[in-house]
């Protein structure tokens, strides 16, 4: 495997490959991490990720600077993965110039769920990631389910700009308490890596009220937003939305996601759950 720190670098080692997968991460990497390389290796060669802390996806006041940063280990976890290549820049390699172009994301996404709570965040993410996609000039992009509203926005991304990218989505991986794989999981203290589970059980309770057949989707979502504040949680949102358009659902939904973001102390953790609906009454 080979590690690569600049972009000159990486087109020259892709110059010619007509498949590349590509799995952009922020490091810090999990087993959720490795099954995307996994996913990747079945859909194209070579295998690229990328390992970038990307500053404008960050608002004021985040973790920006205390992310962890844990290059030699994910190293370690993505040659074992069978990942061809590692891009890994700085800040300086991926802005030599001040950034003052930037991908606008439609307000329905950038003022919606994560988006309302982390003003500049979306374009922070489809900035970083279309420069990433030039670099890399991937065939295949391998993103995580957990971020689900990420997700769909790289989607319409690519969509929109039409990119000949194939966006594949891989399964959000869980500790065995039900609590979602993510790097941020670090943060939390002992007492609050017992209470973390809460949050998947309460949207995976709203989806099984839903296939009992409970339609009171917004009075389900205010339950469990209460449940989580008294728990001790600050409640972003927990949200019922259609899984294809992340609207609320409508009579001809037939996948619903339930999404939920809260912060546990110092730490905000998100998660969903998708579930098959028939149409509504």
Not at 6 to 17: C, F, K, M, P
Not at 74 to 83: M, N, R
Not at 214 to 232: D, I, K, P, Q, V
Request: aromatic residues 6%; proline residues 6%.
């Amino acid at each position: 495997m080979r590690i690569l720190h600049g972009a000159a670098e990486l087109r020259a080692a892709l110059a010619g490959a007509s498949r590349t997968a590509f799995v952009p991460t922020m490091g810090n990497l999990h087993a959720g991490h490795v099954s995307l390389i996994e996913l990747a290796k079945r859909h194209g060669g070579p295998v690229v990720a990328s390992v970038f802390v990307n500053p404008l996806q960050f608002g004021v006041g985040e973790d920006f600077e205390r992310y962890p940063r844990t290059l030699a280990a994910d190293c370690e976890k993505l040659a074992a993965a069978g990942c061809d290549l590692v891009f890994a820049p700085d800040v300086a390699e991926m802005y030599p110039v001040p950034q003052t172009f930037a991908v606008q994301v439609p307000d329905s996404m950038a003022n919606d769920l994560c988006g309302a709570f982390r003003p500049g965040h979306f374009s922070g993410v489809a900035t970083v990631v279309l420069k990433l996609f030039n670099l890399a000039q991937p065939r295949v992009a391998v993103f995580g389910s957990k971020d689900f509203q990420q997700l769909m926005l790289i989607r319409d991304l690519v969509r929109q700009f039409n990119l000949p990218i194939e966006i594949l989505a891989g399964a959000t991986l869980r500790e065995a308490d039900g609590l979602a794989l993510s790097s941020r999981n670090g943060y939390l203290s002992a007492a609050e890596r017992l209470q973390a589970p809460q949050l998947h059980h309460e949207l995976a309770a709203i989806v099984a009220a839903i296939r009992t057949g409970e339609r009171g989707f917004e009075a389900l979502a205010a339950s469990a937003r209460r449940r989580l504040n008294m728990a001790g949680w600050r409640v972003d949102y927990v949200a019922v939305r259609d899984a294809g358009t992340l609207a609320a659902p409508a009579p001809d939904s037939t996948s619903l996601v339930v999404l939920g973001a809260a912060w546990l102390g110092k730490t905000r953790l998100i998660d969903n759950v998708e579930t098959p609906l028939g149409k509504l009454p």
